[in-house]
């Protein structure tokens, strides 16, 4: 996405009808079984990318030095953690992302990376 642009991405309901943990596995996260169900509900996601190209305030950054991998990011009241990536290519590229800002909480999974 090149700065100034944007883009929508539609945001489904789902109803968990249920979560079950089954075991905890080996990197520590836990096996989960989960029913759920779509609902005809869903709201819209907009990403922007700001054309300035500064951001209002210095980031500090949480770094894997052993496995040079980004962990977590903070800037101007947010938080971002890195805790799951994938390989695709040569390259090691983040498959799970956390936002978070005081009560708010988004998680992005990505499922298919693009050039």
């Known amino acids: 996405m090149k700065a100034g642009g944007d883009t929508r991405w539609p945001a489904p ?9 089954t075991g905890r596995r080996a990197d520590g996260y836990h096996e989960l079984q989960t029913l759920f169900q779509l609902i005809d509900l869903t709201d819209t996601l907009e990403i922007s990318v700001r054309d300035d190209g500064h951001p209002e305030r210095p980031a500090l950054e949480e770094l894997d030095e052993p496995q040079q991998r980004l962990l977590g990011l903070t800037q101007a009241g947010w938080h971002i953690d890195y805790p799951l990536y994938v390989a695709v290519g040569a390259e090691m590229l983040p498959a799970r992302l956390t936002l978070k800002r005081d009560a708010v909480r988004v998680r992005l999974l990505v499922d298919d990376w693009q050039p």
């Open 13 to 21: 309901a789902k109803l968990n009808l249920f979560l079950h943990v």
